[in-house]
């Protein structure tokens, strides 16, 4: 069963440009899950997505960030403009049924971005 | 507010001897506890949980230990190996929650060595 995958892998951009992050969850699977992590952190969450509608977004930054999630499969994550405090591995997650704590969550391998 | 804190960034060990990692809380509505592995340039992994209504949950050489009383988990890994370098986080949620939103603390380095 193929993991969740993310892209890129890196980036790096200069403060006030955009970026755009990319999400495919593991097949099947109905809940998505966008997570910050700075360094020395723990992940936190951004924005939940049961299908194609949004569960929680009650951290995230809605000035600047902003996140869809079409056809309730893949999902992006985008920063408009980017600030040096938004440096950071962005991770993706899924799980199967709409979100409950027995759920587990499987992690991609996140998307580290460095704003300069 | 740090809703959940592991106050030790590092810790390493000997390769065969236990390894015990700890994570404290302060929110009295979590009632679900997990922990997660990382390692570099990967996602966190789930590793194994527990619910309040237990106060242990073993898992091979993984076993968690809850304390309620005191807000307190902790994970012992018995015997420790070199592959389980990694960080560890703990997270926590409140398990009748429709969302299932963990909260994580910051991570623990641990470090088995040969």
């Known amino acids: 069963e193929a993991g969740v995958a993310q892209s890129p892998r890196y980036k790096i951009i200069e403060k006030r440009q955009s970026v755009a992050f990319w999400c495919n969850p593991i097949?099947?699977?109905?809940?998505l899950y966008w997570y910050q992590q700075i360094l020395g952190q723990g992940p936190k969450l951004l924005i939940q997505?049961?299908?194609?509608?949004?569960?929680?977004d009650s951290q995230l930054p809605k000035d600047r960030f902003s996140a869809e999630r079409l056809k309730g499969v893949d999902s992006t994550l985008k920063i408009q403009p980017a600030k040096l405090e938004d440096s950071a591995v962005y991770l993706c997650?899924?799980?199967?049924?709409?979100?409950?704590?027995?759920?587990?969550?499987?992690f991609g391998p996140g998307t580290r971005l460095l704003v300069l | 507010d740090q809703q959940v804190k592991q106050n030790s960034p590092s810790l390493s060990v000997q390769e065969g001897r236990i390894s015990i990692l700890n994570c404290d809380y302060t929110?009295?509505?979590?009632?679900?506890f997990l922990w997660y592995k990382k390692y570099p340039a990967e996602g966190p992994t789930f590793l194994i949980s527990?619910?309040?209504?237990?106060d242990k949950n073993e898992d091979g050489r993984f076993t968690v230990f809850l304390n309620k009383s005191a807000k307190h988990l902790s994970l012992h890994i018995v015997p420790s190996q070199p592959g389980d370098s990694a960080v560890y986080f703990c997270?926590?949620?409140?398990?009748?929650?429709?969302?299932?939103?963990?909260?994580f603390g910051q991570g623990t380095t641990l470090q088995v060595k040969p």
């Open positions: 997270a926590a949620t409140v398990g009748s929650s429709n969302t299932g939103k963990l909260i």
């Open positions: 929110n009295s509505m979590f009632d679900y």
């Open positions: 097949s099947g699977h109905a809940t």
């Open positions: 997505f049961q299908n194609n509608g949004v569960v929680d």
């Open positions: 527990i619910s309040s209504i237990k």
């Open positions: 997650a899924s799980s199967l049924n709409p979100g409950g704590a027995w759920e587990t969550q499987y």
